[in-house]
Structure formats: C-alpha cells, structure tokens
C-alpha cells in the first residue's frame, strides 16, 4: 500500500509535469506511437477482414495467420528487429503492428459475417453491387463488431507501446525502464498507473463509440423487442380455459 500511494504522490509531484520527459509530453509520445501503429495496421488488417468477410472466401488462412501472429512473444519480435534495424522506433512499430493485426482481422471478417445473409441476398435482389452491398448493408451492420476489433487492438498497442522505451527514450515506458534501473519503485509504479489510466480512457471511449455506430433501425428493433416481451398464457391470468361446457 505504501508503494502505491509513493507512485500516486509521484504522479502529484509538480516537478514532474514540467519541462522535458514530463507527464504530457510522455503521454503525448505515447499516444502518437499508439495511433501510428494502429493506422497502418488498419491499412492492413481491415481490407483483408472485409473482403473475407463479404466473400467468405480466404477465412481459414486469414483464421492461420491472425493465430501464428497472436502466438508471437511482442518482446521477442522487438528485439529480434531491434538488433536488425538498430536503436529507435522502426522496431517498436513494427513489433505493435504485428500485435494490433489478428483483433483487427477478426474483427472486420467477424463483422461482415454476423450480417444475415437475407438481408445481402435482398440487397442484391434490388440491384445494389458488390462494392454497394459492402458500403450500405453490411459494414453499417457489423460495424460494433468491427469497432470492438479496433477497441482490442488499441487497448493491445497501448498497453504494449510501454516496450518502445526498451530501445528508445519514447513513451510512458521511458518511466518504468528507468525507475526498474534506478530502483526508483515510485517512478515505476508512477509509470504503470498512467499507462492503466490512459488505457481505460481510451476504453470508455470506445466503449461509447461501439454503442454509436448500432444502426438506428437496429436499435429501435431492439427497444421494440424489449419493450413488447413475451406474452403471458392465459392460464397465468385466471382459470385455464377447458373446451366444451361445463355443468
């Protein structure tokens, strides 16, 4: 307990909100290496689930790869491409992007194919194309499902993004790394406690962007749903009702 209120009262210290290496300016780095992982990983990941998805062709190798990818120790892939590339942030990207790629595949295949299949051959049925279908119907449909994808992945690289200061003085890591070296325990729990905050910020977030993105249709037939509820028998509002006359 006397830890954690050290590393509470180092997040208060106002020494440590000014000048360089400061509580923003980490935060700051911290969020930028998270949003640059996550876009290009997207670029990746997200054109390759929807087309598995629509088509459902390809899904058990794209199934493979996100599970090979998901099995990869983060540490292990950092180094290794550390000692290729050198010191600096092309090997803590490249470790993340491998990271955030398997919840974003899922995600975006496993959206498109909770879409009732009725509804695309309806689609279809009036008309609408290929690129139309996915478009209007269904990535409007599975989008909670592809944003609790993109939820995974961010909450994995924000979490994760800590090992860029294993090979770069970038991030909130920079304070665990260096309070573990000095021993400054408070440095480090200090550290650990803003990457937690910073992620369920981001969590909260997204938790509210996936109920958003629910179609309007798609909520009201839920409400209705709700609101209607299963009917009562008869026989638990009075007598049971018996055929014929009785004497």
């Known amino acids: 307990m006397n830890l954690f209120l050290d590393g509470i009262a180092w997040i208060l210290d106002p020494a440590n909100w000014t000048g360089v290496g400061s509580i923003p300016e980490r935060i700051g780095q911290h969020l930028l290496i998270s949003a640059v992982v996550l876009v290009i990983a997207s670029i990746i990941a997200l054109p390759a689930g929807v087309a598995v998805g629509h088509s459902g062709r390809g899904k058990e190798p794209a199934v ?13 892939v950092l180094t290794l491409f550390a000692l290729w590339l050198g010191i600096g942030l092309q090997a803590p990207v490249i470790a993340l992007v491998i990271l955030a790629i398997p919840p974003l595949l899922a995600g975006a295949y496993a959206g498109l194919e909770s879409v009732d299949r009725r509804t695309i051959d309806a689609a279809r049925a009036m008309g609408m194309r290929e690129d139309q279908i996915i478009g209007k119907v269904e990535l409007p449909l599975g989008m909670p499902i592809v944003v609790g994808g993109i939820r995974s992945a961010t909450l994995q ?16 890591g920079r304070y665990i790394f260096a309070g573990l070296k000095t021993r400054d325990y408070a440095e480090m729990l200090g550290g650990s406690i803003l990457v937690i905050i910073l992620a369920l910020a981001i969590d909260g977030l997204f938790a509210i962007t996936q109920r958003l993105v629910v179609p309007h249709g798609v909520r009201a037939a839920r409400g209705s749903e709700l609101r209607s509820g299963p009917s009562r028998s008869r026989a638990a509002m009075g007598r049971p009702i018996t055929e014929g006359n009785q004497e």
Do not use: N
């Not at 690289?157 to 909130?172: E, H, N, W």
């Open 157 to 172: 690289i924000i979490a994760t993004a800590t090992l860029a200061a294993y090979v770069a003085d970038f991030g909130l």
């Open 64 to 76: 493979m790869v996100s599970g090979g990818l998901r099995a990869l120790p983060t540490l292990g």
